[in-house]
């Protein structure tokens, strides 16, 4: 039976992804690279370093900047996103999860925080649920990011539990995969198209109810 929940932050509990994708087209504009779909949700989920190489890769650029300049690239849109995220409060937790965690928490049902993101502490103090979780996986601790298995192992970690008895809950295709390859459940938030590897998938956050999961998997 299940008895944890992986959650992923930008995208599944927090209204981040917005904040994220402003911060780096900033930063393609200024380096004259096209902003598109395939960036937008491409960037999702992977760590910064990787979102940088996505967006120079794009337009075939990357060569052109030695390891200091990507570095400075990639803090300075560190530095943007800090700005956006001071902004956020309780108000910013997206629909439904509120409700979510706390139906979870009357259950008795553990919760970590399986996050690419090195700035998801500071996050989650600021829409004040830090409380709901046993721990969060610290990102530059594990050894590969998503779509690599290990943050969601990590996460299972922390909850004590066996991967088969965790779900995880992801709005990015590569964050399914890592659940997938973890051995846990993954519930996909968002297009199913582009989530069609999600074991459960839910259009939005708000549709996203404790009783739905128990009854797609006869639990
Ligand atoms: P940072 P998640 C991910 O968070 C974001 O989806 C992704 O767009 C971002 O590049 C990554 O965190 C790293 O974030 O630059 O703050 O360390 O969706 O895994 O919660
Ligand atoms: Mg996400």
């Known amino acids: 039976t299940i008895k944890g929940f992986a959650f992923d932050l930008d995208g599944v509990l927090a209204d981040t992804a917005?904040?994220?994708?402003?911060?780096?087209?900033?930063?393609?504009?200024?380096?004259?690279?096209?902003?598109?779909?395939?960036l937008e949700s491409g960037i999702k989920g992977i760590d910064r370093m990787s979102s940088l190489m996505l967006i120079l890769n794009s337009?075939?650029?990357a060569d052109n900047y030695s390891d200091e300049?990507?570095?400075?690239?990639a803090k300075r849109k560190n530095d943007h996103y800090k700005e956006l995220i001071s902004t956020l409060t309780p108000d910013?937790?997206?629909?439904?999860?509120?409700?979510?965690?706390?139906?979870?928490?009357?259950?008795?049902?553990k919760m970590s925080i399986a996050s690419a993101s090195k700035n998801a502490p500071f996050i989650l103090d600021k829409l004040q649920i830090s409380d709901y979780f046993v721990g969060v996986v610290d990102p530059s601790k594990v050894k590969q990011g998503k779509p690599a298995p290990d943050i969601?192992?990590?996460?299972?970690?922390?909850?004590?539990?066996?991967p088969e008895q965790v779900v995880g809950l992801e709005d990015s295709e590569a964050g399914i995969t890592s659940i997938n390859d973890a051995g846990e459940i993954s519930v996909g938030i968002g297009?199913?198209?582009?989530?069609?590897?999600?074991?459960?998938?839910?259009?939005?956050?708000?549709d996203v109810t404790l009783a739905q999961i128990k009854a797609h998997l006869n639990w």
């Open 18 to 38: 917005r904040f994220h994708s402003q911060a780096w087209r900033q930063i393609a504009d200024e380096l004259d690279i096209p902003w598109t779909e395939a």
């Open 59 to 61: 337009k075939g650029v």
């Open 69 to 73: 300049e990507k570095e400075a690239l």
């Open 92 to 109: 910013d937790v997206l629909p439904g999860m509120h409700e979510f965690l706390a139906d979870l928490k009357a259950n008795d049902l």
């Open 152 to 162: 969601f192992a990590e996460a299972a970690k922390i909850l004590n539990l066996p």
């Open 191 to 206: 297009d199913a198209l582009q989530l069609h590897a999600a074991k459960i998938n839910f259009p939005s956050t708000k």
